[in-house]
């Protein structure tokens, strides 16, 4: 592996990464179809997750699940006892940060004594609805910024992973950073974190290439997980990309392959 900002904290990761890439790749093929779940429809089975290319707890996917429970535990370590807010963020677009984003979360929701909530803030180019297979029928982020009175209930989703919550982006399509530069932005962050003091957060940004996003969402996270591509984002480009973030929030870096 190139490099990894603190490669002597966090032994192994890309290695392991690069080697739930492939694995998960190979189990594209065995079925296109995505089942879609019912709003309160129970727990997703193990083949209904690797369709929406998440781990699960069983041994077929156990590299996959240890590598992004390394990464939970650097976040852990590094937090020391409260719950906090993580902002994940690729380098370039398609390089998998969404992916690592929704399977940190899950990986924080395995933990029974934990909760987590995904909150995809890539308002151009929303994602995780989709990817989990869920209607985002009663709105997301940019609909409660839009219309407080909607309530922040009303826009947090089962996954079918338990304890793991999505808010998806919601209907605007413009450039996301005038809502996240607003105080109202930074309330409902805060509020969903003190809620529950079990509760983690994961903010799920667009690429740091191209847009001002990545950095205004940077100022709401206590962490940021930089995410690569394997083979494509050079080490010029990712080093220019961590220029970005304060070096304290910065937790590391993930060398994810795409196929
Ligand atoms: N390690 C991986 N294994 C399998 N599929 C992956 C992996 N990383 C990304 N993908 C898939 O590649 C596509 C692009 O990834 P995505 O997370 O949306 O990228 P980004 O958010 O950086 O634009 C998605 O369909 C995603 O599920
Ligand atoms: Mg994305």
Not at 32 to 55: C, D, F, K, T, Y
Not at 91 to 96: A, F, K, N
Not at 131 to 143: F, Y
Not at 157 to 176: D, F, K, M, Q
Request: proline share 5%; with cysteine; net charge neutral.
């Amino acid at each position: 592996m190139t490099m990894n900002i603190e490669d002597d904290k966090m032994p192994g990761i890309s290695e392991v990464l690069e080697a739930a890439a492939h694995s998960l790749e190979m189990r594209k093929s065995s079925s296109q179809s995505i089942a879609r779940m019912h709003e309160h429809g129970g727990s997703l089975a193990p083949v209904q997750l690797e369709q929406r290319r998440m781990i699960h707890r069983e041994e077929s996917v156990r590299p996959q699940a240890d590598a992004f429970r390394e990464i939970r535990t650097r976040l852990l370590a590094m937090a020391g006892q409260q719950n906090f807010v993580t902002l994940v963020v690729a380098v370039s677009p398609r390089s998998g940060g969404s992916f690592v984003a929704r399977n940190l979360a899950a990986a924080f929701a395995f933990d029974e004594a934990k909760t987590s909530l995904l909150i995809d803030c890539n308002v151009r180019y929303p994602s995780q609805h989709k990817a989990m297979g869920i209607e985002a029928t009663r709105g997301g982020l940019t609909d409660l910024m839009d219309h407080p009175a909607i309530g922040v209930e009303s826009i947090l989703y089962h996954t079918g992973v338990p304890h793991l919550r999505l808010i998806p982006a919601g209907s605007a399509r413009e450039s996301g950073s005038e809502y996240f530069t607003s105080f109202r932005m930074r309330t409902v962050i805060d509020s969903l974190r003190s809620r529950y003091a079990d509760r983690y957060l994961f903010l799920d940004g667009p690429a740091i290439k191209g847009a001002p996003d990545a950095r205004i969402l940077a100022d709401l996270a206590d962490f940021v997980v930089v995410v690569a591509g394997y083979g494509k984002d050079t080490p010029g480009a990712i080093n220019q990309a961590l220029t970005h973030f304060e070096p304290s929030k910065l937790a590391g870096v993930v060398f994810n392959q795409v196929q």
